[in-house]
């Protein structure tokens, strides 16, 4: 498994973008991320953008 995070200008914006790749047939832990980690970014742009981040329930 690999991952990449990359910032960059674009369009006069700050662009984030992660990237996670080469994941065994039938990870786990790709089921897990795939959810994870949109509710995460998600969180992070309400952080940045309202000064609150979104509440996330785990359980």
């Known amino acids: ?3 990449n995070l990359c910032i960059d200008g674009y369009m006069g914006k700050v662009r984030l973008t ?3 790749d080469r994941f ?3 990870s786990k832990v790709l ?3 795939s959810m994870g980690w949109p509710a995460i970014l998600s969180s992070l742009k309400s952080l940045l953008e309202n000064g609150e ?3 996330l329930d785990w359980g």
């Open 24 to 26: 065994e047939p039938g």
């Open 1 to 3: 498994m690999t991952r």
């Open 18 to 20: 992660l990237t996670h």
């Open 31 to 33: 089921q897990g991320i």
């Open 53 to 55: 981040p979104l509440f």
